[in-house]
């Protein structure tokens, strides 16, 4: 079975650092995603020596003053950031037991195998990471499907990570439109890359939305994204590496929701009454005599009328019906029909 069954809008909680290294807050998150009705719970798979170098300085200093973890180190914001490896197989456990899939974004290749000794049905790949070739083939040749952020990726780098999943293997890959700052603006988000993204690259799409709130993700449907990915918390206010670009529950409740009232709209080309508008045709306008007429009378100018509701001769016919005769009386408010004069 694939992971993804369907082509229904399907939304993926990314817990990524928001447990703040505490188990208990972690299972809590999942029991809160999966009440939020997502389809899947997401991971990050790394340690801080796995990804960066114990460095404090240089190019590993977070020195940028717009960046929400300015002031620190790469290796310590991992080092607050990562999930214990030893807490993965019962967050695992947990999101089986209530119903939604797991699975992570392995950052290395000890990663990967650590991952498919918990039967990971799934990998993620960061956008940091789409021109890591080596990697991805190691995650590719698991054969598993792949989800793909395309933060700051050209249409080469895309086409080249295509080619190195498939010849290693992975036929099923799902590209997500990203944009790689946190939070992100609407501004820079671009979703009309995502039909063009489908189109040239023959992939499932989808959107991994670092923007605040869900109108973003939400707008990203009607695009033909079919995939949403966004970082999850139990409250904000409690802080945690991601917590200020996170949802909490209220909002991930009302994303899974309303996107599949938004897919249900979509619908397909269609003209003419739909199946609610069966009844509804009888209030368009149609003719109707305005005074009661004996049988021969001349139908004058004023004796009909275009009104509501629809179930007399359609208005085009008002002026060959004018000038005729009735052909019996008929009552005020009596439907114009062909047999009545």
């Known amino acids: ?12 909680a990314e817990m990524s650092g928001n447990h703040n290294q505490s188990i208990e807050k972690a299972l809590r998150i999942v029991e809160l995603a999966a009440q939020s009705g997502v389809n899947a719970l997401k991971l990050q798979t790394y340690t801080a020596d796995t990804i960066t170098l114990d460095v404090d300085d240089g190019d590993f200093f977070i020195a ?20 214990p490896w030893e807490w993965h197989k019962e967050i695992f456990r947990k999101a089986a037991e209530l119903g939604i899939k797991c699975f992570s974004t392995p950052f290395d290749p000890s990663a990967v195998e650590f991952l498919e000794s918990l039967d ?16 991805i083939r190691v995650i ?22 295509l080619n190195a999943a498939s010849s290693a293997g992975c036929s099923d890959v799902t590209l997500l439109k990203c944009t790689s700052s946190y939070p992100a603006s609407p501004a820079d988000s671009n979703l009309l890359t995502i039909p063009h993204m489908k189109e040239t690259f023959g992939t499932r799409v989808g959107i991994s939305d670092h923007t605040l709130g869900i109108s973003v ?44 009232n938004i897919y249900m709209a979509l619908g397909s080309v269609r003209y003419g009454p739909s199946n609610g508008e069966k009844d509804a045709v009888h209030f368009r306008r149609s003719l109707y005599f305005t005074r009661d007429m004996k049988e021969g009378e001349t139908i004058g100018t004023d004796d009909v009328r275009s009104i509501r509701p629809g179930f007399g001769l359609s208005t085009e016919f008002i002026d060959i019906v004018r000038g005729r005769k009735v052909t019996r009386d008929v009552k005020k408010g009596t439907a114009v029909g062909w047999d009545l004069i």
């Open 120 to 135: 990971c049905p799934c990998y993620k790949v960061a956008s940091f990471e789409n021109t890591d070739l080596p990697l």
């Open 1 to 12: 079975m694939s992971f993804i069954e369907n082509d229904e809008p399907f939304i993926i």
């Open 140 to 161: 590719a040749s698991t054969g598993k499907p792949m989800i793909v952020s395309t933060g700051m990726a050209t249409i080469s780098d895309i086409d080249r990570l």
């Open 217 to 260: 993700a939400l707008a990203s449907i009607s695009l033909g994204g079919r995939v949403i990915e966004k970082h999850f918390t139990d409250s904000r206010a409690a802080g945690g590496v991601d917590s200020a670009f996170s949802i909490e529950p209220d909002e991930m409740t009302t994303l899974v929701k309303e996107s599949k």
């Open 64 to 83: 940028d003053k717009s960046s929400l973890w300015h002031g620190t180190s790469l290796h310590k914001l991992y080092s607050r950031a990562y999930t």
